[in-house]
């Protein structure tokens, strides 16, 4: 798979290389151009994966000025310190739930910081991803409640709307709490996980802290992590990216390729699955089959599409992704069929129940049928604050 575009930005491309798994694959930052390694920090803090490549900025910035060195230096530090913050707030929350009784499944970036990458600094997040049993989430946050983590206005609805709690703990660390893995976006229905399935191939894995967690098994969290980079932030931050390449690498003897393939077209993204492992081999060289993208690869002119118009070039621009309605209509791209797409724009233009009540906290009948209705002429442009 290769993209007939535009090449990437000299820096942008030292950064990719730079975040290559392989040293070897590493370049000489002032070799790009006698600022590089500053505009490297920047590029890289844009994308967050400052953790990823510090080590090798760090190395070309002992030849560069004294105030990019304390630069370098500071950065660490801090990384250094909310590494520190998120592990523990991670360990704490995990016994608050097991105390609980509460099974959880760690997901995104707390299971890669913890297993993939080893180490908080270089995976940073904004908050934890913990999937539960829809029967288990009311006694979870009820558990959270009474440790002092507070919910969505207050103490956490007992049923809420959109398939997760959000939270936040007593020091300030957000958590969403989740039994649907498609919940709280206008894909409900459209792309589908069988979580209940996913939640019985659960498996425990080892920190690189020495404990131990529970999670997907990787199959289905590779799955996962594509479709997440993908539908929700488009590809456009190269952490994403990074972060399959990763995981790739370190459980790549256990992906069971074949059923993966399956879980994708039944789950209705194999489109995005396609596309994701595209951009991780060419950007960072991630092991990936020709015969899997062969496989995955949808028709003749949907391909032609998202290669036109879904090229690195275009995507990678940082943490936050196009606004709408332009977000929605780069994402239809990415999904398996036409039907797809239509259900897509029905439900960008007219959100389903459970979304509304979501992004606006609010479960109010009348206020629903409303704001359905007023959707179209004003939506786009609201944020859920």
């Not at 989740?178 to 209940?196: K, M, N, P, S």
């Not at 952490?239 to 077209?265: G, M, N, P, S, T």
């Not at 003749?300 to 977000?327: D, F, I, N, S």
């Amino acid at each position: 798979m290769s993209f007939l575009t535009p090449a990437l930005p000299a820096e942008l491309e030292a950064v990719c290389r730079l975040a290559r798994a392989a040293p070897a694959s590493a370049p000489d930052v002032n070799a790009v151009s006698p600022a590089a390694p500053e505009r490297a920090l920047e590029i890289a803090h844009a994308h967050n994966v400052l953790g990823v490549i510090l080590p090798a900025i760090g190395d070309a910035g002992r030849e560069q000025p004294a105030a990019l060195q304390e630069r370098v230096g500071r950065t660490e530090t801090d990384l250094a310190a909310q590494a520190l913050f998120r592990e523990s707030e991670l360990q704490a929350i995990l016994g608050i739930l097991g105390t609980a009784d509460v099974e959880v499944a760690v997901l995104k970036g707390a299971f890669l910081a913890s297993c993939v990458y080893g180490d908080f600094a270089q995976r940073p997040m904004g908050d934890f991803d913990l999937l539960v049993r829809r029967e288990d989430l009311p006694r979870a946050g009820a558990a959270l409640h009474r440790a002092g983590y507070s919910g969505e206005g207050g103490w956490p609805r007992q049923v809420p709307p959109g398939g997760s709690l959000e939270l936040e703990s007593p020091s300030g660390q957000a958590i969403e709490l989740r039994y649907e893995l498609t919940q709280g976006t206008r894909l409900r229905g459209i792309v589908a996980f069988r979580e209940e399935e996913m939640w019985q191939r659960r498996r425990t894995f080892a920190t690189a802290s020495g404990g131990s967690l529970l999670s997907l098994d990787p199959t289905d969290h590779l799955l996962y992590l594509v479709y997440h980079a993908g539908m929700m932030h488009l590809f456009a931050a190269l952490i994403w990216i990074v972060d399959v390449d990763r995981f790739i690498r370190k459980f790549q003897a256990e992906i069971a390729w074949d059923a993966l393939l399956r879980r994708a077209r039944e789950a209705g993204c194999a489109t995005c699955l396609w596309h994701g492992l595209g951009l991780a081999r060419q950007l960072l060289g991630t092991p990936v089959e020709d015969s899997v993208l062969r496989a995955l690869k949808p028709g003749t002119l949907r391909a032609r599409v998202v290669q036109r118009w879904l090229t690195p070039h275009a995507l990678l621009r940082g943490m936050t992704p196009p606004r709408q309605p332009r977000m929605q209509l780069l994402q239809m791209l990415l999904l398996d069929t036409t039907g797809a797409d239509l259900r897509s724009l029905w439900q960008g233009l007219f959100p389903p129940r459970q979304w509304l009540q979501w992004r606006y906290r609010t479960s109010n009948p009348a206020t629903l049928v409303l704001l359905r209705a007023l959707y179209p002429f004003g939506g786009w442009a609201r944020p859920r604050t």
